[in-house]
């Protein structure tokens, strides 16, 4: 069972391949052309979110986790959550890790919990502020088809209110949403009377959406894009927070459809944006699918995960 979990992403990494050739020729057809110092600065700045998701995943939980085994492990899960539905990728591999490390279950759903909790905060937190300090970088009309707003808004408060009510009325289900609330809510408590691990959590879930929105803005600078790159950061973390809510996996399709309205919506020429998302996507997604998953079989081969 172990040895086919372990060649298991391989054949994902195939499927997944042959179903998006058509990005991934156009997207490296686009990087030939780009200024690669500015490319550089784009793969640096990935690099570093594997840092900074390590950090924040320390920051998630008061025991010490093992430092090089569990930064191997988010780059091994940037490449499970592309080919699961978002999210759920890494936070299985996490999930794993943390117990595999001597963490029990409760303690272990709970740190992934507090991760999404503060990453999540920290994007809303980010865009929040660049909205005020440029508020009129993105044209927000344009980001969504007209009369599209309030039947979303409207889907997503009865989804909110079917949820509670769910919880209100099914025993079964409230006792254990309940147990893992408590137990959660007990993990942040404890994870902020340290100030080391608090900074790790808040600072570490700033630096990740930060970093990513450096890399699009290095590459949109890298292919000429005529939009400063405040702006640009400004359109991914619009993009970003829009598109959370579509499970696909890793966004494949739907972070690329958001991130070139969003690009446009900053006043991008279409064309272009579409060639600057294709490249970012192809530095920041497909280059390290195929040695992350490899990474993956292996830390399953090694019962590292």
């Known amino acids: 069972m172990r040895r086919i979990l372990t060649l298991l992403p391989l054949p994902l ?24 110092p500015w490319l550089l600065v784009a793969a640096g700045a990935t690099c570093l979110t594997w840092v900074a998701a390590a950090v924040t995943r320390q920051g998630a939980v008061v025991d010490r986790l093992p430092a090089l085994r569990l930064l191997v492990t988010q780059f091994a899960a940037g490449s499970a959550n592309h080919l699961l539905p ?12 943390m117990t595999v490390c001597g963490l029990p279950p409760a303690r272990s759903s709970a740190a992934v919990a507090l991760y999404l909790l503060a990453e999540s905060v920290a994007r809303v937190g980010l865009l929040a502020a660049l909205l005020v300090a440029f508020p009129h970088a993105l044209r927000v009309d344009s980001l969504l088809p007209n009369g599209t707003a309030l039947p979303l808004l409207a889907a997503l408060s ?35 009377t340290r100030p080391a691990r608090a900074f790790a959590l808040w600072g570490g879930s700033l630096a990740f959406p930060a970093l990513q929105a450096a890399g699009l803005a290095a590459v949109g600078t890298a292919l000429g894009l005529p939009v400063p790159p405040w702006h640009m950061a400004l359109a991914y973390l619009a993009a970003t927070v829009a598109v959370a809510l ?5 966004g494949l399709g739907s972070v690329e459809a958001a991130l070139i309205v969003a690009l446009v919506a900053a006043g991008a020429p279409a064309a272009l944006a579409t060639a600057v998302v294709l490249a970012y996507r192809i530095i920041t997604v497909w280059v390290p699918l195929l040695p992350g998953a490899l990474t993956l079989g292996a830390l399953v081969r090694l019962k590292v995960i």
């Open 158 to 192: 009865g989804a909110a209110v079917l949820a509670l009510t769910l919880l209100a009325l099914v025993r079964r289900l409230r006792t254990p949403v309940l147990t893992f609330v408590r137990t959660a809510l007990g993990e942040a408590r404890t994870v902020h």
């Open 246 to 250: 579509i499970p696909t996996p890793g």
């Open 13 to 36: 990494v195939a499927a997944v391949a042959v179903q998006h050739r058509a990005v991934l020729v156009a997207g490296f057809g686009h990087l030939a052309s780009a200024q690669w």
């Open 86 to 97: 978002s999210g759920l990728g890494a936070g299985a591999v996490n999930l794993r890790f």
